[in-house]
């Protein structure tokens, strides 16, 4: 890892090297925070949990062949290299900041309320068509899934697509001053984290924070079809670059034609160049990943070719939005988090679907005092989205079921002939009695919950 010595990550630190002077400037081959995967050469950073306090690992670790170790402890054995600090939590952040600094590399950063993991896939599958990318893998999108995935750089990487997820004011600012994107993606501005975040408005301020921590000259790709979005006219004096569906913006999309579940056909404009794709993820949101990545791709130098390429190739990950294939019936596995935003869009995903539509939706979390409300409009938007069956789970989701009932019997007047089986449980220990029998072939069967409800489980009972 380039410059990344125990002299150096001692400076970086504002920490004290002890240990040989012979082993001061040999540069360590990774970091790590787990001790069952020290590896020799590499640094280990011990974090106090509720549960377990690395610092209980640091001998372990020595004998796997750890070439350093930080501390917020005096180690007995100074013949053993280590850093000592006054908190490996905050300095795992200013370490991978440093690290970040000493590369020569493009950093996109990737935010939003809704689909964040899909455009960094989508990004990084663009940019893999002309460069070596790393990007964010499974959830390391905090602070520290963050600095974990910057330790993972090499030279070898010339592009970096880091996905950063917040949910309190100032947390962007802990990881876009590590990320320091050149190019940053905001995807949305939705009802996510209102809890912490008090509106919609709330959460524009804390995803905007990004702005102060991007490279000089850096450039913002926004969403302009999202209104409060829309409303950047300028990022450190420079315009963003926008993009929509049947607009005029720098990047755009029409002659969309959806395929249901197998994915959607459109052409996206980018001034005077123009693709026709075929993106094979479901969903109409995905047009707007497609754009997203068709603008850093413009920016970072792909042809045309390269970024239709990119997008036909682009796959999804489990739990978002990811088809399943299982028998004679699908899933949509979107489980791994949820808001109403998401749960519309996955709804109407499941709307274009032939044969039953199932949709097996739980609670959402940190919506803040209007979360009832919110939960009782997702129900209603599930009836109105024409699903066969409703299956809410958890607390919250009583009230998701009220409101599909509600829309339910007003329905009933204007149209007679469409059924909608509402079922409601409080957890998912009553999921196998509720199943048993219930699905059939051809049937396609949604689940989606924020991430703290466990869906997984119930993926392997279907």
Request: net charge negative.
């Amino acid at each position: 890892m380039k410059g990344m010595t125990p002299e150096n990550i001692a400076r970086a630190c504002q920490g004290t090297y002890v240990g040989p002077e012979e082993c001061k400037n040999t540069e360590i081959t990774g970091v790590v925070i787990d001790s069952r995967k020290v590896e020799p050469g590499n640094l280990f950073i011990p974090i106090k949990g509720s549960r377990v306090d690395g610092h209980d690992f640091i001998d372990q670790v020595f004998e796997a062949g750890a070439a350093l170790v930080l501390s917020e402890k005096d180690l007995e054995d100074e013949s053993r290299p280590y850093v000592k600090v006054d908190s490996t939590l905050k300095v795992i952040r200013v370490l991978a900041a440093y690290y970040r600094s000493v590369l020569k590399i493009r950093v996109v950063g990737v935010t939003g309320s809704v689909g964040k993991t899909s455009t960094k896939e989508m990004i990084a599958s663009v940019l893999s068509e002309k460069y070596k990318v790393l990007k964010t893998e499974g959830n390391f999108n905090n602070e520290i899934g963050l600095p974990l995935t910057v330790f993972r750089l090499t030279s070898e990487h010339k592009v970096a697509v880091l996905e950063m997820g917040i949910s309190h004011f100032g947390d962007m600012d802990m990881l876009a001053e590590i990320a320091r994107p050149d190019i940053c993606v905001i995807t949305n501005i939705a009802e996510c984290h209102l809890e912490n975040l008090g509106d919609r408005d709330g959460v524009l301020r804390a995803k905007t924070e990004v702005f102060k921590y991007m490279m000089p000259g850096g450039v913002a790709i926004l969403n302009g079809d999202d209104d409060k979005l829309a409303t950047v006219k300028d990022v450190n004096g420079r315009a963003p670059v926008f993009f929509g569906i049947d607009t005029n913006r720098q990047i755009s999309a029409d002659k969309i034609d959806a395929k249901g579940i197998e994915g959607t056909d459109c052409h996206i404009k980018m001034g005077k160049e123009a693709i026709r794709v075929h993106i094979g993820i479901p969903g109409r949101h995905m047009v707007y990943n497609a754009m997203a990545a068709s603008a850093v791709g413009r920016l970072l130098g792909l042809s045309p070719k390269e970024i239709k390429k990119g997008i036909e190739a682009a796959s999804t990950i489990a739990g978002r939005c990811n088809i399943i294939h299982k028998e004679n019936m699908t899933v949509i596995d979107d489980c791994y988090n949820a808001n109403p935003q998401s749960m519309r869009a996955a709804l109407d995903l499941l709307s274009m679907a032939e044969g039953r539509k199932i949709a097996i939706l739980g609670d959402m979390f940190e919506l803040g005092p209007d979360e009832l409300e919110l939960h009782y409009n997702v129900g209603k938007y599930a009836v109105d989205a024409g699903v066969d069956y409703l299956i809410c789970v958890g607390e919250r989701s009583l009230f998701m079921c009220r409101g599909a009932n509600d829309a339910y019997e007003f329905i009933k007047k204007d149209a007679p002939g469409h059924t909608c089986k509402i079922i409601h449980t409080s957890n998912l220990e009553t999921m196998p009695n509720i199943l048993s029998g219930l699905i059939q072939a051809g049937d396609t069967v949604l689940l989606k919950a924020s991430h703290a409800m466990e869906f997984e489980k119930i993926l392997r009972m279907i």
